[in-house]
T-cell receptor, first 115, second 113 residues
Framework: AQSVTQPDIHITVSEGASLELRCNYS??????LFWYVQSPGQGLQLLLK??????LVQGIKGFEAEFKRSQSSFNLRKPSVHWSDAAEYFC?????????????FGTGTRLKVLA | EAQVTQNPRYLITVTGKKLTVTCSQN?????MSWYRQDPGLGLRQIYY???????DKGDVPEGYKVSRKEKRNFPLILESPSPNQTSLYFC????????????FGPGTRLTVL
């Protein structure tokens, strides 16, 4: 069955430190992969997406992610975290290729940034 | 301004009292979807619609109904709400094709007593 796993529920980093959020997926075909950010009390905003081509994807707000097919991973990275990056981050995969058009989200990673 | 709007933003109701959460988008998107967000479970898709009069179940459709009579609107109906439907609900829309970005509404926080 298709699934998305975000193994880290909470992550705390200091401002200016680098960040990596992990995402692993299980999918029967070449996936479309997404990272969304949800600031407190807000809806979700797309950070970046991968469909094909270059496996290193650049997104907004200085984020990037790398697709590694051999590891079934799509980890999100940022070289230097800002206090405003404190939020919850969701990895998602979709749509299914089995005649449906569903999306699956991970359970999220909540990022805390220390001043 | 391109946006997805949801109403109401907050709702407290009682078990069994039918309610509708509205969703509207002004981007002429074909695809619309409803999700619920619960702590520790992330977002789970309830229903989606590929176009007018075309709807299909997501992963957690039990207890919900939807309709798509107009392209811009996709209401979520809870005919007999129960406490386990207390959640944060998001509507989203996107243009056709799997590569397109989903745009999310601001969310509706529902409490069923």
């Amino acid at each position: 069955a298709q699934s998305v796993t975000q193994p880290d529920i909470h992550i705390t980093v200091s401002e200016g430190a680098s960040l990596e959020l992990r995402c692993n997926y299980s999918y029967g075909a070449t996936p479309y992969l997404f990272w969304y950010v949800q600031s407190p009390g807000q809806g979700l905003q797309l950070l970046l997406k991968y469909f094909s081509g270059d496996t290193l994807v650049q997104g907004i707000k200085g984020f990037e992610a790398e697709f590694k097919r051999s590891q079934s991973s799509f980890n999100l990275r940022k070289p230097s975290v800002h206090w405003s990056d404190a939020a919850e981050y969701f990895c998602a995969v979709g749509p299914y290729t089995s005649g449906t058009y569903k999306y699956i989200f991970g359970t999220g990673t909540r990022l805390k940034v220390l001043a | 301004e391109a946006q997805v709007t949801q109403n109401p933003r907050y709702l407290i109701t009682v078990t069994g009292k039918k309610l509708t959460v509205t969703c509207s988008q002004n981007m002429n998107h074909e695809y619309m979807s409803w999700y619920r967000q619960d702590p520790g479970l992330g977002l789970r898709q309830i229903y989606y619609s590929m176009n007018v009069e075309v709807t299909d179940k997501g992963d957690v459709p039990e207890g919900y109904k939807v309709s798509r009579k107009e392209k811009r609107n996709f209401p979520l109906i809870l005919e007999s709400p129960s406490p386990n439907q207390t959640s944060l609900y998001f509507c989203a829309s996107k243009d056709g094709g799997g590569t397109d970005t989903q745009y999310f509404g601001p969310g509706t926080r529902l409490t069923v007593l």
